[in-house]
């Protein structure tokens, strides 16, 4: 099969690798139809999270068509068009238990820290991804779904991180009528976390970049304010003076590891790797909400030390809520949602990029070109 | 007489939209304005059904012996196949396992690891039909077909002020082996001539 393979920082190319086998009786090989490319897999792109290795196959947003599946598979058949969230999880641990879905403990031997996800690097268990032909989908009773017969393919593949984890970040702030949310970063995940926002009851949504085109997104998609942070000295000051020097109810971090708007910040994490991630939004987001008020953190970040401000969030009272999103758990409602009229998942999509071009697709999304904020993979296609 | 600010007395004044304008603009405005009917409401939900019918999954067959956390108990029943730690940089990986995620060793050796396993496989590949090609797998000539410049310059991106160290990062290494191989091969002709 074809499969895009990691080969060291910046570096990705497409290679041919045998198709993955069936290595548990609970395991499903799917056919991937789309695939996606995750701003998260930027991090590992760029060298940043530790333990990828050379040769691995990145991808966790995907959907495809059953090819095979385990003796003990009783949900899912062969020919079944699904939709797989990026956690992989196994239903049963303590943890998946009670809904924890992302936090699941039989699925990653690696680290204790994070769960299983799909072409994710060993840190979070050494399962390869779907920017590939097939992959394997573990505890497919688990965490597949059969996509509906009224869901349009690249709306699915939408739901299998960026929509739910924007929707599950709005969540994380507690939102009640009338609160004034502010979200750093117009990426997939902010787009979703500010439209998500209105449905809880927002009574105001900002939205912060520093990329016009994806600014002018949030206002078109999310119907928010926004602000590019390079128009202002001093951001946190301007987000005072717009909440008459309150500060927001709520703040969600959807920027994560490779935050920019401090050079200091962003080279040492990102270029020079001495940080699990670079904090600079996560640290406005703790300054620019007010005393009591609630951070949400879905931006990911790596499990090296970060230079966060958290004397600023203990002495304001903060509570700081963040996890990776469980996914399927947001799955009926999201349902529900596009049913009505509220989301359109697809509407964020910018480019298609055959699976053949993937390292042009990686630099593109990497490099902020081409006006692109979510771009699909689509296998299959030279 | 200018007002005073909201933090500096009880009450929020702050403007809003009433709930019906905002309901009349936003489609499915408050939707989910109960907190019950947020799916992660509360976080944790005992009992939640999930599909799983086993109590304890069986068990993968451990092809090789798994690198672990030393913060589990057992190696977990489920894991990933891809790439087996080989070579110098899964020496290294194998050792950065004896310490535990708490640890700063255990990360820095492992990103060691990384920039050991990328310079393994660059020179592995030269051995192949199918060497590495910097200008192709970091897929930089699509600058000249989706607008490098006009998508950088003119535009107030905070991230053109350290976009120039990326060549360097990417590209550096590649010169600095090119011009080591090069005065090895005029050192190793100068001797010869001698």
Redesign the interface.
Known sequence: MRAMVYRGPYKVRVEEKDIPKIEHPNDAIVRVSRGAICGSDLHLYHGMMPDTRVGMTFGHEFVGTVHDVGSSVQNLAVGDRVMVPFNVYCGSCYFCARGLYSNCHNVNPNATAVGGIYGYSHTCGGYDGGQAEFVRVPFADVGPSKIPDWMDEEDAVLLTDACPTGYFGAQLGDIVEGDTVVVFGAGPVGLFAAKSAWLMGAGRVIVIDHLEYRLEKARSFAHAETFNFTDYKDIVVQLKKETDYLGADVVIDAVGAEADGNFLQHVTASKLKLQGGSPIALNWAIDSVRKGGTVSVVGAYGPIFSAVKFGDAMNKGLTMRMNQCPVKRQWPRLFEHIRNGYLKPSDIVTHRIPLEHIAEGYHIFSAKLDNIIKPLVVAGQS | MTET???YIAG???P??S?DD?RA?????????D?A?????P??????E?????????R??EKWP????I??AV?????????P?AGV?GAI?RY??KYS?GR?AH??L??A???V??????LKSFATL?P???F????????F????LS??YG?????V???W??PI??GGPWILAAIGIGAAFKALRKQRSA
């Open positions: 600010a909201t933090p929020k004044r702050t809003k939209k709930a905002l603009q936003i489609p499915g405005w408050g939707a989910d304005l907190p009917d947020r799916p992660s409401y976080r944790e939900q005992p009992g939640i999930t599909g799983a019918h086993w109590d304890f999954p069986e993968q067959p798994r690198e672990r956390s913060e589990h190696l977990p029943p489920v894991f990933g196949t891809s790439t730690p940089s990986r950065a396992y995620e700063a990360w820095l492992l990103v690891a990384d920039r396993d990328a310079w393994e496989h660059h199918h590495d090609n910097p192709t797998e970091t897929g930089v000539a699509s600058e077909r989706r607008h490098g998508s950088r535009q107030k991106r905070a991230d002020n350290h976009q160290i990326d990062i990417v």
